[in-house]
């Protein structure tokens, strides 16, 4: 029984923020009814299920883990390469999957699981490669943020790193769906389906999150991350994101500098981080982007 | 009101608003003072709400409400808890706990009309400070006198590589989402002893580990006796006698290095080795403040620094480092500084431990009252005696009562449920200059646990008359 978080604390299907280019409104009508009720959400691969469950059985081990692994070479394969990343690897290279849970730690490789699944599923759309491509490499930079943010709050560590790599998760989804709408209703510019993205992809990512079965807070955070304060009772799980987020933006936008991050956020002062917080967070920029990479 | 400066001018200012700082505020407005209150966090309270005292006794009654639960179903309940339980869904009520702790604060300040303001302190001089606050503004103040109780924080050893992911500190394990299935506590002092009783109660494999030979070293050997008992009786084990060689997250767990070789696995592990004051940022040397050679703010007996007109209060003067006796001392402190009637420290200051079972103390031990007064008896009423404690289902405790040899009451020491309530007893009656017959000749409720000090009354004025008649 945990601290109940309702969804309808308020994830309007209706654009919450107001974003850019208005969409027309037949097709503002037929997007909101799809994501509301009828697109099909993606579901977790059958071994990303299994590994997600596995690391929250008290009683399963790195066997158990392992056995899983090996039955789905792609993920397999994937958990291997990140090991073997300069963000693992040691001197000694890894070799078996044995070694590779060993090494990152079975909440690690639930992690990696998860990853690979929103790579495979989710962030993949014919034609917007490069667009969805800019979300994924986005989302990695957040988690890693996130998991900088919360170990300087002293808050848990691998829950902001989950609550970060999913909190744009809705951004392709919607993309999805948006492009089907241009199929039948009306041709959408780029500018309308990055309208459509930013303001559906907070209800649309937390519908998802819900259907994964996955933590009250993480759906708050994702539900929230722009508007943190209606998070509550996890205003702080959503604000870690948030400030994630905007240091992701920040850290993979070329030639910026330090100056040029909004360090009097509100975000910044409600999470109560100083000047010198924010600039040993700042100093984590290449550190950070290198380890998302590794996860690509 | 400014200075010549342009700084703003207050007659008080306080820095921290924990409990030495919230109470020296507090003391100093009641006393006609400007009083300005800075806080590096947005609400009152200090560590103590934030992350301290409040968080952890409020987990700790969750699971001090199933140890008792389980007590008294008799197996007729099954209260196993899950797999993995979320630590989040036993602290539910934090979140109402401390809000309401915030409120209380908030409008005795409000009331008192003191100044707040959010931001970091740095002395320039003996009396001025600036201040920065979280929007990147500075501002400078000055004031007749400053009181800094700006608290403590969890010490990282050098050995011990906190990453407030695998390796926690005090701070950090309450964010815990579920109950690790072992966890490895460093440690053996309060702190250690609390958090590792308390997941003990809760079903984690605990291992307790210390340079020392026993946990609370500096306690009533008897009591910390009754406290490992029980801290086994739930699963917890104690290696003694070890020292830390070091801790490394092996990619599964985390592994815990002892010195004489061998090493502890465990899922988590809790740093608690200590707490060092909260002076980083501070330089407390531009107001020529001296510090001790454990790293604390010096005082003297009325608790002033080095600085005539800066006086410091609370964990930042080290020990007893408890919330109780801070607020004694940001009291005294303020009254000290204003010229107003002080009272020493009250000499019998109870101190509370709660772990579970709890443990409470006041006045002399045994081995302290044979040295001071040539001699004691002790009085000791076990729970079991005790009808309330049956009807509670909690009958593990024990009450212990030193007396002199002229039936003068000399100390108390008590473990079991509510015993950082039942030692106030003992610590009016000390106060109070109360002999053994207080306790027999008057009546206390029935069924209660006060009850036990009737029985330990008892018993030490049977082996008094016995001394008479030998």
Known sequence: MGVSWDENNGVPMSPSLDHGVALPPEVRTWLEAQLEREVDLPMLPESAARVVALCDDDDADARDLEAVLERDPSLAAYVLKVANSSVYASTEPISSLQQAVSRMGMATVRNLALTASLHGRVFDVPGHSKLVADVWIHCAVTAMFAREVARKLRRNVEAAFLCGLIHDVGRPIVLQTALRAARTHATLTQEQLATAMDAYHESVGARLVGVWGLADWTAAAVAHHHEPDRAAPYETEARITRLADLLAHWALTPGSGPEDFPVTDAVVIDLNLYAEDMEELLDLREHVILAAEALQ | ?470
Request: charged residues 20%.
């Open chain 2, 1 to 470: 009101m400014t200075n010549d400066h342009g700084d703003a001018h207050f007659d008080v200012l306080v820095l921290g608003s924990g409990p030495a700082g919230h109470k020296a505020a507090v003391q100093a407005a009641k006393a006609g003072k400007r009083v300005l209150l800075v806080d590096r966090e947005a609400t009152a309270g200090g560590e103590c709400v934030q992350r301290g005292t409040i968080p952890s006794k409020t987990l700790r009654e969750s699971a001090a409400y199933l140890a008792g639960l389980r007590a008294r179903s008799e197996d007729m309940l099954d209260l196993a808890l899950p797999p993995q339980m979320k630590v989040a869904s036993l602290m539910r009520r934090l979140r109402d706990v401390r809000g309401a702790h915030e409120r209380y604060l908030s409008a005795q300040l409000s009331r008192n009309h003191i100044t707040r303001w959010h931001g970091k302190a740095r002395f320039l001089s003996s009396e001025r400070v600036e201040v920065s606050m979280p929007d990147r503004t500075k501002r400078t103040v000055s004031a007749e006198f400053v009181v800094v109780a700006t608290g403590s924080r969890p010490r990282k050893p050098d050995n011990v590589p906190v990453d407030h992911e695998h390796v926690l500190d005090s701070d950090s394990i309450l964010s815990l989402i579920y109950l690790p299935a072992s966890l490895t506590v460093l440690g053996s002092g309060v702190i250690a002893c609390e958090f590792a009783s308390l997941f003990a109660a809760l079903g984690v494999r605990v291992t307790m580990v210390d340079a020392s030979p026993r946990p609370l070293a500096f306690l009533d050997p008897e009591l910390t006796a009754h406290f490992s008992k029980a801290y086994e009786r739930a699963g917890g084990k104690f290696l003694a006698g070890n020292k830390i060689e070091s801790v490394e997250w092996d990619g599964r767990e985390v592994v815990t290095h002892l010195a004489g070789g061998g090493e502890v696995r465990s899922e988590k592990c809790l740093c608690a080795q200590g707490r060092i004051a909260n002076v980083a940022g501070l330089d407390v040397q531009a107001a020529g403040i001296t510090m001790t050679t454990r790293g604390h703010i010096q005082v003297d007996a009325n608790l002033r620094t080095s600085a005539a007109n800066i006086y410091a209060a609370g964990d930042v003067i080290g020990p007893p480092a408890l919330a109780a006796t801070a607020i004694d001392q940001g009291r005294r402190a303020v009254r000290h500084a204003l010229g107003l009637a002080t009272s020493v420290q009250g000499e019998f200051v109870p101190s509370g431990i709660y772990t579970i079972p709890e443990i409470a103390s006041v006045g002399l031990d045994e081995a302290q009252a044979i040295a001071a007064h040539g001699g004691a008896v002790v009085g000791r009423a076990r729970y079991e005696e005790l009808a309330r404690a049956h009807i509670n289902g909690q009958t593990d405790g024990m009450l212990k009562l030193i007396a002199g040899l002229d039936g003068r009451l000399l100390g108390a020491h008590a473990i079991g449920e509510h015993a950082t309530e039942l030692v106030h007893v003992a610590q009016m009656a000390l106060i109070g200059g109360l002999t053994l017959d207080a306790f027999v000749d008057n009546v206390f409720n029935f069924p209660t646990l006060a009850e036990a000090y009737r029985v330990a009354a008892l018993d030490a004025a049977a082996q008094l008359a016995q001394r008479v008649a030998a």
